[in-house]
């Protein structure tokens, strides 16, 4: 049932693509967020939350990358292409985000679609000040093979570029988006989580 919801909701957006203006919305509204009872303030789980599937990644650095790795961090997880210009315009947004909150325990990953070589996005990613996380394949077509394994966790496939989602702390995704947003949008959408 929760599936199906998402499927719907996944389904209306993609039709609009890359460059659509409304944000998909995949959990409660912060008004309605209540704390739980862990140490950290965790806001309450929407009933239609999917646990994010785990994968391993190679960074353009060449290091492993695990999602577990991450669990009791807030995920903004963003599948990019370096060839998408509205995956671009999202970019200085992503910098002032990681730049401000990384502190309270914001991770935003990016995870490169046909992009190149390591060598190539670590090239664009200097010229664009990219400080964030940034996956590639570790030998061939990985990062097409975790956009199908999420596309099949949420109900549609990801076709749409850039596609965002948030990854609770304890390793939910909570909330989701087609197309670029600012980072207004993006913290009032993660203020709840990371809140402490």
């Known amino acids: 049932m929760n599936k199906m919801k998402i499927l719907l909701i996944m389904s209306t957006l993609l039709a609009i693509g890359c460059g659509q203006k409304d944000r998909m919305k995949i959990a409660s509204k912060p008004k309605d967020i209540k704390s739980t009872t862990s140490s950290q303030v965790q806001p309450e789980r929407p009933e239609y939350a ?45 910098n002032k985000l990681h730049d401000k909150y990384q502190k309270d325990g914001l991770e935003i990953v990016g995870i490169t679609i046909t992009s190149g070589s390591p060598k190539n996005i670590f090239s664009f990613m200097k010229e664009w000040d990219i400080e964030y996380t940034v996956l590639t394949d570790i030998e061939d077509y990985e990062t097409q093979r975790v956009t199908a394994y999420y596309g099949r966790a949420i109900g549609q496939p990801i076709t749409g570029l850039p596609t965002t989602l948030i990854i609770d702390r304890e390793g939910y995704i909570v909330k989701g988006y087609i197309g670029p947003r600012n980072e207004e949008i993006f913290y009032q959408d993660l203020k709840p989580y990371l809140s402490l």
């Open 50 to 94: 999917i646990k994010a599937p785990e994968f391993t990644l190679r960074t353009v650095q060449g290091d492993l990358f695990n999602l577990s790795d991450y669990k009791g961090k807030v995920v903004l997880l963003n599948f990019w292409g370096t060839w998408c210009g509205p995956c671009r315009r999202e970019i200085p947004d992503f």
